[in-house]
């Protein structure tokens, strides 16, 4: 916050920085870091909290027990005044009243919310935690990659961490460039999580009861743009194992790997092909870490040709590990290389027409 402050004051400006932020920027970690520095380095900044008393739809008297900013100034040494003056998922709708004692709110603290997810695993417990979206993960990521991913390793398998972490991504109308991420080649990266993108509701509540089950992290990635997505899902569904894929479309000609809501672009473009005279295979591999390697090279080996599609970038994406690994495993039973469709290595635009041209998602076959 302070930061343009900062350099007003080392190039000796004659200016004040106005800092605007909403109450639900208080819990940020960054924030006493923040005030504080401005603080003790005398920066010229005025900081306006605009207090609607709600931190999106979260009355901030559940969040904290400070409800004025003004009152916390004193204690950083600044003076304080007060002056006078929103269902992005309904995937868990109902599940707070339906179990009053085991669902929380939480303040918009992601460290804080995975911190005490991983704690409560350790001491024996399955918490599932969720993000609100997965771009904000990033201000977890010690303890996803440093603490859950590797207590096991560490401990030399005396703790685990059973947590499930639920992590909406993905494109959605208008999210733009920090609400829009597709991470999963991050954590694919990292030894010690489960990685899951389920691509139909049927799935999506196989691999949950699978990853709830797991005795280590899983990441659970929900595609935003699939919440609206209906489709038959039995009162009971049978556990879906990780690393298990499933060929959604048998073809002859060309295997097509999707992930996530891709798949369903891919059975889309499948019945237009079928005009074409081409037929395609789709093959979902429903995790991605651990990944079913045999099931993408019985298909390419058998098709010959492959392309892989994503929603995440194509520098370092996850089409880049599925499509190596088909090359390693099938590379003379295949008439060409391995193509991948992904979304351009650009922060997601808002423009619309940007956007239709950055991301896969945006694509529409039918
Ligand atoms: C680190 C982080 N987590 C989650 C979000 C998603 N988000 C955008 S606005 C918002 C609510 C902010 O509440 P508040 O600061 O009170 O501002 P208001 O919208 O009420 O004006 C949230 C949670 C975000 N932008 N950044």
Redesign the pocket.
């Known amino acids: 916050m302070p930061r343009a402050a900062l350099a007003n004051q080392l190039r000796g400006e004659d200016r004040v920085t106005v800092c605007v932020?909403?109450?639900?920027?208080m819990q940020?970690s960054t924030f006493p870091e923040a005030i504080n520095m401005g603080a003790i380095w005398n920066l010229p900044v005025i900081y306006v909290c605009?207090?609607?008393q709600?931190?999106?739809w979260i009355p901030?008297s559940r969040m904290t027990k400070v409800t004025s900013v003004r009152d916390m100034a004193p204690s950083y040494g600044i003076p304080g005044e007060s002056v006078d003056g929103?269902d992005v998922v309904a995937a868990t709708k109902g599940i707070a009243e339906a179990f009053p004692d085991r669902i929380r709110e939480t303040p918009?603290s992601?460290a804080a919310i995975v911190g005490v997810a991983v704690g409560a695993a350790l001491a024996g417990m399955r918490p599932v935690a969720e993000i609100?979206?997965v771009?904000?993960v990033t201000?977890a990521m010690d303890e996803v990659v440093n603490q859950a991913a590797k207590m096991r390793y560490m401990t030399g398998g005396q703790a685990s961490v059973p947590m499930v972490l639920r992590l909406p991504c993905g494109l959605s109308r208008y999210t733009a460039a920090?609400?829009s991420y597709a991470l999963e080649s991050w954590f694919m990266h990292v030894p010690g999580l489960h990685v899951v993108v389920p691509s139909t509701p049927c799935d999506a509540k196989g691999l949950f009861r699978t990853a709830v089950r797991e005795p280590d992290p899983v990441l659970f990635l929900e595609y935003k743009r699939l919440y609206s997505m209906e489709g038959a899902v039995p009162e009971y569904v049978e556990p879906i194992p990780l690393g298990v894929g499933e060929v959604k479309r048998e073809g002859e000609d060309v295997t097509v790997v999707a992930v996530g809501p891709m798949v369903n672009k891919a059975l889309e473009a499948g019945i237009l092909l079928e005009d074409e005279g081409i037929d395609i295979e789709v093959v979902d591999p429903r995790s991605l870490s651990p990944l079913d390697v045999d099931i993408l090279a019985e298909s390419a080996r058998k098709t010959g040709r492959a392309v892989v599609c994503a929603e995440d970038a194509l520098m370092a994406g996850c089409t880049a590990e599925i499509a190596c690994a088909m090359m390693e495993r099938c590379f003379s039973n295949l008439s060409a290389p391995v193509r991948r469709l992904a979304a351009l290595d650009v922060p997601m635009p808002f423009s619309p027409p940007w956007r239709t041209r950055s991301s896969p998602a945006s694509i529409s076959w039918l």
Not at 21 to 25: C, E, H, K, L, P
């Open positions: 932020f909403g109450d639900g920027a940020r605009e207090n609607n709600y931190q999106q901030q929103q918009i992601e609100m979206y771009d904000f201000c920090q609400h």
